[in-house]
Structures are given as structure tokens and as C-alpha cells.
């Protein structure tokens, strides 16, 4: 996975209003699953990473911590990994304007890498990402989404970045461009499993360990794979709207909602089908990579990784 101090998030000193919200994000930490993924892909067939790898690794944790950033704003998140997002410990315009440094020196990283071919792979991802996240934007205000519409959304708000991670880290590699395209499946099923993960752990997880409320998404009646999936269920629409649309402006209303919805999630059994899910999309990351021709150790290299964003769920 990452080499330990191989990475170097370090940013510029001046002016410190504008940089310190990026040292704030990278310091509060997160599980550096893109640049991890990146890193495993690459050693999948080379030994020690160069600098053109840890710069495309360092790359992929700046731009995700860029999205994080302006997405809090979007989601008015109070907390991130359990600590005060950006915008709540300075305020919108700081976390606006330094989400745009930081998404420029995630892309003045790639350019370090050398490589035409991997920047217009890391260019493709970034407009994908954007694109998911007006998806889950509009979706706020329907009813009536489908889960082939939820699915395209989250594929694109996140699956897409841990299959550039993958990608990437195999082209930097030199890897065959079957072999590229089977590790981009690999990351893309990967982050699919992630995102239900999220959802689910958003209902029915640990706030200590989540690192953020339970039922955020719940409270701000955001599509989730779980709601999408009661709506298909329910024999009464109209009840589960109901529920979904109270109000949540006091502590005992939010308690109240959250209560509530996860009832009717449990009583339809979604909360089952979505650790099924999480299960299928494992099962097909690892699916994808199963012909390539890679040793058992680097299988189960693989395979751990894939434990180590679901196994939260288990």
C-alpha cells in the first residue's frame, strides 16, 4: 500500500488563509483509498514507486479531498472524519476558493507524471465526478428515481476515481491495456461497493467510527441506495415520502425522522439487500481481475483491499 512518508501533501506557506484549509483536510486524515489503490496497482507489476507514481498518487487524495471540500458546502455537512468541515471552521468563500487551489495542485501533481495518456484519463474521471455530483443534486428533489438512475450516479460521483486510481497506477506501470481496463473494472465495482457501504453505514453505522452523524443523509432526504430501494419495495409510497419529508429543524425531529426511516428500511428488509448488494459488487471487483494471471499473493492482496472498505459493513 502507500510507503510511509513516500507522499508529500505539503502545499504552499502563503497566503495562510488560503493553503491552511488544505494542510486541514489532508492532516484530519481518511483512509487514503485512492492513492493506496493507485500504489497496490502499481506494484501489482513493479517494485519500489518512482516520483511519477507518488505524484499521480498524491494527485488522486488532493483532488478527492478538493470534492470533499466543496461538497460539504453542497450537503451542509457540520463534520468530516469527526472534525469540523472547512466551511464550518472558516466559512463558504475560504472553502470555495480553497477547493479551487486545491483542485489545481491535483492537477499540477498529474502533470508531474509525464504522461499525456494519464492526464486525459485523470481529466475524463474529473468531469465524471462532477457530472455524478449534479446528479445527486437533482435527485434531491425527486421522488421518483430509479435505482439503474442511482446506480449511473454514484458509478460516476464515485466508482470512476478508484477505477482511475487502478488504472492509472497500472498504466504508470506499464501494464497491457486489457490488463489496465481489467484493473479500471476492478476499482469501478470496487467503488460501487464503497458507496453502498457509505449509505448503509449512514443509517445503520457507529457515528465514533463513521466519523460523521448517523442520518445526515436521512435528515437532508438525499437519495440513498437504501431509499431508492424502499421506494421500490414499499406497498404504500406515500407513507415512506411522508417520512422522508418530515421535519428535522430541532435535535428531537432529526432523532425523530432518523427513527423512523430506518424503521420502515427495516421492516422492509432493506437494510439486508443493500449488505447483498455490497457483497455482489465485491464479488465482481474481484471477478474482473480473476484472469489476468496474477499470483495467489497478489490476489489476496487485492482481495484485502476490497475487505478493507466493506468489511465496516460485516
Not at 497500472?170 to 501494464?175: E, H, I, N
Not at 497491457?176 to 464503497?194: D, I, K, N, T, W
Not at 452523524?213 to 421506494?231: E, F, H, M, Q
Not at 411522508?242 to 435535535?251: D, F, I
Request: aromatic fraction near 8%.
Amino acid at each position: 500500500m502507500i510507503p510511509d512518508g513516500k507522499i508529500d501533501f505539503t502545499f504552499t506557506a502563503e497566503p495562510a488563509g488560503l493553503y491552511d484549509p488544505l494542510r486541514y483536510m489532508i492532516s484530519i486524515g481518511g483512509k487514503r483509498i485512492r492513492p493506496r489503490l493507485c500504489l497496490l496497482a502499481w506494484s501489482l507489476f513493479r517494485g519500489e514507486p518512482t516520483p511519477e507514481v507518488l505524484e499521480a498518487a498524491r494527485a488522486l487524495e488532493v483532488f478527492h479531498s478538493f470534492t470533499l471540500m466543496h461538497d460539504d458546502i453542497m450537503d451542509r455537512s457540520p463534520l468530516r472524519r469527526g472534525m469540523p468541515t472547512v466551511w464550518k471552521k472558516w466559512n463558504e468563500d475560504t472553502a470555495i476558493l480553497s477547493g479551487d487551489v486545491m483542485l489545481i495542485d491535483a492537477y499540477r501533481s498529474i502533470a508531474r507524471c509525464g504522461s499525456a495518456a494519464v492526464l486525459d484519463v485523470f481529466t475524463e474521471t474529473a468531469a465524471q465526478v462532477c457530472e455524478g455530483q449534479q446528479f445527486d443534486m437533482e435527485f434531491e428533489s425527486r421522488d421518483d428515481v430509479s435505482m439503474a438512475e442511482y446506480e449511473k450516479m454514484i458509478g460516476l460521483k464515485t466508482a470512476v476515481l478508484l477505477a482511475c486510481a487502478a488504472r492509472i497506477g497500472a498504466m504508470l506501470a506499464g501494464a497491457s491495456e486489457p490488463v489496465c481496463e481489467a484493473l479500471y473494472r476492478y476499482g469501478y465495482e470496487l467503488g460501487m461497493a464503497f458507496q453502498v457501504a457509505d449509505d448503509y453505514l449512514d443509517a445503520f453505522g457507529d457515528e465514533a467510527v463513521f466519523g460523521k452523524p448517523i442520518g445526515g443523509d436521512i435528515i437532508n432526504c438525499k437519495s440513498s441506495w437504501l431509499t431508492v430501494r424502499a421506494l421500490e419495495l414499499a406497498p404504500d409510497k406515500a407513507a415512506l415520502l411522508e417520512a422522508l419529508k418530515a421535519p428535522a429543524a430541532t435535535p428531537e425531529e432529526k432523532a425523530a425522522k432518523i427513527a423512523a426511516v430506518k424503521a420502515v428500511y427495516v421492516s422492509l428488509g432493506v437494510d439486508k439487500d443493500a449488505t447483498g448488494a455490497i457483497a455482489a459488487y465485491s464479488r465482481k471487483a474481484m471477478d474482473a481481475v480473476a484472469g489476468l494471471g496474477l499470483d495467489a499473493a497478489k490476489l489476496e492482496a487485492l482481495d484485502e483491499f476490497v475487505n478493507s472498505l466493506t468489511g465496516r459493513v460485516k
